[in-house]
């Protein structure tokens, strides 16, 4: 059985940098064909997906956040980290972190964490 | 950078009407779409992948075709629990079609 928790803070201060934890169980990031990645939605707005990290380290990012995102992943401990920088009120959001999985060329995501809200508010 | 295109935004239906949704890609993507359905406060389920196939336990109402810039969700014959928000993904997810009752 696949779970993912998202963990961090509930608020912080413009300028600040966000970090978030995945941690997640039923599966190994070793395994090939496997990823986590992040997506995050604001109040009422779309979904946006922010990064990826696959089973071999490699690593995707939103074109339109790239300079801001930072993903890494700890496979002992079965968790994956995302750092953002500089963040802004507009990156309030509900962030979810999901369980990847490569078809061919391309990657899904098949299992989600329940999500966290992150508030950014002086 | 790729682009997906939802249409529409919003779509009012009935109970057993048949629903189409409309994903374009700003270039080719040969057949790596995905479809996900989301209802308030809960987090994204996956539909559909590879464009047409159907993830495990999705009924078999909803279906998914295309290839390269032009993809659709259909489902066939519209169910209250199918109210919800539409999203296709490529990595960068579409603007999303909001279901709603007519």
Redesign the interface.
Known sequence: QITLKESGPTLVKPTQTLTLTCTFSGFSLSTSGVGVGW?RQPPGK????LA?IYWNDDK?Y??SLKSRLTITKDTSKNQVVLTMTNMDPVDTATY?C?HG?V????????Y????TLVTVSS | DIQLTQSPSFLSASVGDRVTITCRASQGISSYLAWYQQKPGKAPKLLIYAASTLQSGVPSRFSGSGSGTEFTLTISSLQPEDFATYYCQQLLFGGGTKVEIK
């Open positions: 997506i779309a979904l946006e997906w990826l995707r939103s074109p979810y999901a999985v078809v061919v060329a391309a990657t899904h995501f098949d989600w964490g329940q999500g």
